[in-house]
T-cell receptor, first 116, second 118 residues
Framework: AQSVTQPDIHITVSEGASLELRCNYSYGATPYLFWYVQSPGQGLQLLLKYFSGDTLVQGIKGFEAEFKRSQSSFNLRKPSVHWSDAAEYFCAVVGDSGGSNYKLTFGKGTLLTVNP | NAGVTQTPKFQVLKTGQSMTLQCAQDMNHNSMYWYRQDPGMGLRLIYYSASEGTTDKGEVPNGYNVSRLNKREFSLRLESAAPSQTSVYFC?????????????????FGAGSRLTVL
């Protein structure tokens, strides 16, 4: 079964600093990977997704993520964090082998705090 | 704006009471989902409906029932609420179930329904 691990429960960065949120997945075949963001009291919004092709994908709000098959990772990055980026971030994976693997499996989330 | 609408946003129940969470989407999506979100647990799938007329269990279906009323609406029912069902519930929809390559599986989420069971 597929699974996602986000090793960092909570990260604090200063505004203007760079950010990297880690995500590791477990899936036997080609994974399809997503990052979602959840602002306080809101639903989840898609930041970016990786299906195939270029392993560096660009998303909304200046975020990017890099797929590294050898490390089973899909880390999210941003060069300069803004206070409005404070939120919870979820990595997710879906498989392509039918049945239950079509459903999205989420990591437990990383809460980002941004200090002024 | 088009999207996924959930009602109610907040609800407090006593143990043993029943209630239904409503979800509607206006994007003409075929597939709909119910998730629950608990601190430190991420989102876990309760039930999903790949298309109108079908429903299937997800990861944590016990204590819940669902109805795909029509293409737009997908409701979640708690027949006899328990404190363990205190959670934030999210409805989501996608264009299609499967079809990963086309991106048709990407989920759009509602704003959530916070349920407390005393």
């Amino acid at each position: 079964a597929q699974s996602v691990t986000q090793p960092d429960i909570h990260i604090t960065v200063s505004e203007g600093a760079s950010l990297e949120l880690r995500c590791n997945y477990s899936y036997g075949a080609t994974p399809y990977l997503f990052w979602y963001v959840q602002s306080p009291g809101q639903g989840l919004q898609l930041l970016l997704k990786y299906f195939s092709g270029d392993t560096l994908v660009q998303g909304i709000k200046g975020f990017e993520a890099e797929f590294k098959r050898s490390q089973s990772s899909f880390n999210l990055r941003k060069p300069s964090v803004h206070w409005s980026d404070a939120a919870e971030y979820f990595c997710a994976v879906v498989g392509d082998s039918g049945g239950s693997n079509y459903k999205l499996t989420f990591g437990k989330g990383t809460l980002l705090t941004v200090n002024p | 704006n088009a999207g996924v609408t959930q009602t109610p946003k907040f609800q407090v129940l006593k143990t043993g009471q029943s209630m239904t969470l409503q979800c509607a989407q206006d994007m003409n999506h075929n597939s709909m989902y119910w998730y629950r979100q608990d601190p430190g647990m991420g989102l876990r799938l309760i039930y999903y409906s790949a298309s109108e007329g079908t429903t299937d269990k997800g990861e944590v279906p016990n204590g819940y029932n669902v109805s795909r009323l029509n293409k737009r609406e997908f409701s979640l029912r708690l027949e006899s609420a328990a404190p363990s069902q205190t959670s934030v519930y999210f409805c989501a929809s996608s264009e299609r179930y499967g079809q990963i390559h086309s991106g048709a599986n990407v989920l759009t989420f509602g704003a959530g329904s916070r349920l407390t069971v005393l």
